[in-house]
């Protein structure tokens, strides 16, 4: 007789609720915004989670993320590439910012609509990201619904 295990069910419930969009009175602020859920609490909140564009920027450049998302469609016709590349872009960071939202809760978060400011869990996120880098990858593949060739 095999043993079935149960999911463990994630106490928290993180769902995006739109972005990247630019900050109104900051144009070198992106922010994401989600709607998250604890399980013990009766309703949801939403939070807002800023990146710099210079964070942005350090982190495509770090993890060379532009020259893996042109090898990752380079199967796909040119017009077609660029567009995916774009939204690629876009996915990167709402990644981006689902991972600091994952720290900022790991730190706490209150029942409360609220924000992370970009200048929060800074190295935290790189640190972060060095250890999920791969599986970032897969989920921004994953939501354009690009399957690499064999």
């Known amino acids: 007789m095999s043993e079935l295990s149960f999911p463990k069910i994630p106490q928290y419930r993180m769902t995006l609720f739109y972005g990247p969009e630019q ?24 939070v807002a989670v800023e990146l710099s564009r210079r964070q ?36 990167v960071i709402q990644q981006l910012c689902l991972l600091k939202l994952q720290l900022a809760i790991e730190v706490g978060i209150r029942q ?9 869990l800074v190295s935290e996120l790189v640190e972060m990201l060095k250890k999920v880098e791969s599986t970032m990858k897969e989920e921004v593949l994953q939501e354009l619904d690009i399957e690499l060739p064999a």
């Open 23 to 46: 900050h109104e009175s900051d144009s070198e602020v992106m922010y994401c915004v989600f709607n998250v859920k604890k399980r013990s609490w009766k309703g949801g909140v939403q």
């Open 56 to 91: 942005v920027s350090d982190i495509r450049e770090c993890f060379q993320v532009d020259a893996w998302l042109q090898a990752s469609l380079a199967h796909l016709l040119p017009p077609e590439r660029k567009d995916y590349f774009e939204r690629g872009q876009d996915i």
């Open 112 to 120: 409360e609509n609220s924000r992370i400011a970009h200048d929060d």
